[in-house]
């Protein structure tokens, strides 16, 4: 079992930044791909990054490429978000799986065993 807890979300006026963290307990010795995904109101979850346990594998999705990057930590991931844009407001959500990042859908929402139970950011205009 995976333990994630989300924290760092907020408001923030576009153009501005956020670091959101998720800190991971339980069995993080394992292999495992975790991953940062989103949800905006009346919209389905989408993936946004994921990484590998030995940080070897690293992923952005294209839609926030050159202003999200993800980090790791130990057991623990990093979403770090820049230039940010009204359309980001969303509950964020990290997840794990004790899987290979490499041999996953990595975007998948249904891939994932291991929830946290997300951060809201807001961004105005």
């Known amino acids: 079992q995976v333990r994630l807890v989300e924290s760092g979300g907020g408001s923030v006026q576009a153009g501005g930044s956020l670091r959101l963290s998720c800190a991971a307990s339980?069995?993080?010795?394992?292999?495992?791909?975790m991953a940062w995904f989103r949800q905006a109101p009346g919209k389905q979850r989408e993936g946004l990054a994921s990484?590998?346990?030995?940080?070897?594998w690293k992923y952005i999705h294209d839609s926030v490429k050159g202003r999200f990057t993800v980090s790791r930590d130990n057991a623990n991931l990093y979403l770090q978000m820049s230039n940010l844009k009204p359309e980001d407001t969303a509950m964020y959500y990290c997840a794990a799986v004790q899987e290979l990042c490499a041999t996953i859908s990595r975007f998948d929402e249904n891939v994932y065993s291991f929830w946290g139970q997300g951060t809201q950011v807001i961004v105005s205009s």
């Open positions: 339980g069995d993080t010795y394992s292999r495992n791909c």
């Open positions: 990484m590998s346990s030995t940080s070897t």
